[in-house]
């Protein structure tokens, strides 16, 4: 049997990840990963199969209502689980211009995709929360402009700040930012952002990650350094939910050319003490 070039270094990564765990080491996808000696996976989606994992994702925030939207941004989208397939060993966010009444009374331009391990609603319970960890997905982004792909975490107490922001992008793909939020003790909110770029990333998969401490948050791309913060105000010590998703219009509407964006998925891991 003839073996993809892909489906091969998915399985040479699989026998690393599995290598790593026994022996202690940081090695996962590839050289120079930083998960510390001795943590274990927690959490994974290789994204196998032809559906999405519904006990370890939904679609839409903690406030769905028939989906959702992030209001605190003027984002154009209203995320429907419609716009999220798994197929091919691969995650898609579908963002599309279609118009979409949400359950805010409001009518969006474009509907979208996301998954959280959050809630299906506002008093149910998160599947999934994390506090501190190391936190990595192989992501390939959209090669629009003005769509706003990321890859973040929210408490689970579902009001932010803090928030970290594990890969954003603003207005590029050529340039991710890595953010920290928090509120100070005067209910100030502030965030405190680390930039890496320039890089074709829409080109291929690239490694996002951020190992979360109680005394030190690290921002990586491809299993290298690339932003820290080490304040004590600047870090949480609260359970999150993880997330990704691709939301559109931000820092821009899109031009009437762009009637779609695409960002796939190939695994997300999460390893802990």
Known sequence: MTVPARTAGRLLAAVALMLAVSCGSGATDGPGSPVPAGWRTVFHDDFDGSRLNSGRWTTCYDWNDGGCTNSGNPEQQWYLPGQVSVGDGVLTLHADRRSARGSDGRTYPWVSGMISTGRDHWDARPRHTFTYGYFEASIRISPEK?????????????????????????????????YTHWRDRNGVDHQKAGNYGPV??????????????ADAVTWYVDGVERFKVTEPERIPHVPMELLINLAVGVPQPPPPSVDSGRMTVDWVRVWQQ
């Open 146 to 178: 003005t769509m706003f792909p990321g890859f973040w975490l929210m408490p689970a107490s579902r009001y932010t700040p803090p928030e970290l922001d594990i890969m954003e992008f603003f207005g590029t793909t050529e340039e991710v930012s890595m």
């Open 200 to 213: 074709d990333f829409p080109a291929g998969y690239h490694r996002f990650g951020m190992l979360w401490e």
